[in-house]
């Protein structure tokens, strides 16, 4: 094998038949990577067998962890108010009391009372901020750095207009009358915006229970 081979394979490793490699982050994009790669080992040690050498990828879980310690430390502070907006945002969103999604996340209960409330002196971890982020499938510059309970353009009133539609429908404030809909030709955006439902002949048919596609058959 050559020097370069060796240089370029360094810290690469299959799990499963998937390929990581240890990141050392320089980004909160990379940060996310180097979370998963600790996440995929940390999941791979804990399912050895007893009798199995797992010290090979403990230190490569070891390297990770260094890796994200240092930049973690290197990171200045940054306004906690927007992070903890998205938190109670998120938690109205799915619907769940602190406690609930603490639980959802992996903390301890109270961790988040503590830290997300004004003026705390104690900071929430990016660990956790990952965690929300993972979990909830949201961005983690997003997380931190953007209002996610204020509108930002017309797709997202468009949006919310139609979450709280299918939520008064859902609990019953008013009803539809179903008297066979519209078709119509539409532009792709809104189907990818999940906004209504294509049938086969590439037309799509406006109904309520389209208005959202998370809304249950019979809603």
Not at 6 to 28: H, K, Q, S, V, W
Not at 49 to 56: A, I, L, Q, T
Not at 83 to 100: C, D, H, P, Q, T
Not at 213 to 218: A, D, L, Q, T, V
Request: with cysteine; proline share 2%; net charge negative.
């Amino acid at each position: 094998m050559s020097r370069q081979y060796d240089e370029a394979m360094e810290g690469r490793f299959d799990l499963y038949g998937t390929e990581y490699r240890i990141i050392e982050p320089d980004n909160l994009e990379e940060l996310s990577k180097a979370f998963e790669v600790r996440s995929a080992l940390e999941t791979h040690i804990s399912g050895l067998m007893h009798d199995e050498d797992s010290s090979g990828y403990d230190d490569l879980l070891q390297e990770q962890k260094d890796y994200i310690k240092e930049y973690i430390d290197s990171l200045p502070e940054f306004d906690s108010t927007i992070l903890s907006g998205n938190i109670v945002f998120l938690a109205k969103k799915y619907g769940m009391r602190v406690g609930e999604f603490e639980e959802t996340i992996g903390v301890s209960t109270g961790y988040l009372s503590r830290t997300i409330k004004e003026n705390s002196k104690k900071k929430i971890s990016i660990d956790v901020i990952w965690k929300i982020a993972n979990t909830f499938g949201v961005d983690v510059n997003t997380l931190i750095g953007t209002e996610m309970w204020a509108p930002h353009s017309n797709t997202n009133l468009l949006e919310q207009f139609i979450d709280r539609l299918y939520e008064d429908t859902r609990d019953n404030f008013f009803s539809w009358n179903n008297e066979g809909g519209v078709m119509t030709v539409l532009h792709d955006r809104f189907v990818e915006m999940d906004l209504v439902g294509e049938e086969d002949d590439e037309t799509a048919v406006y109904f309520p229970k389209h208005l959202n596609s998370k809304c249950n058959p019979g809603c």
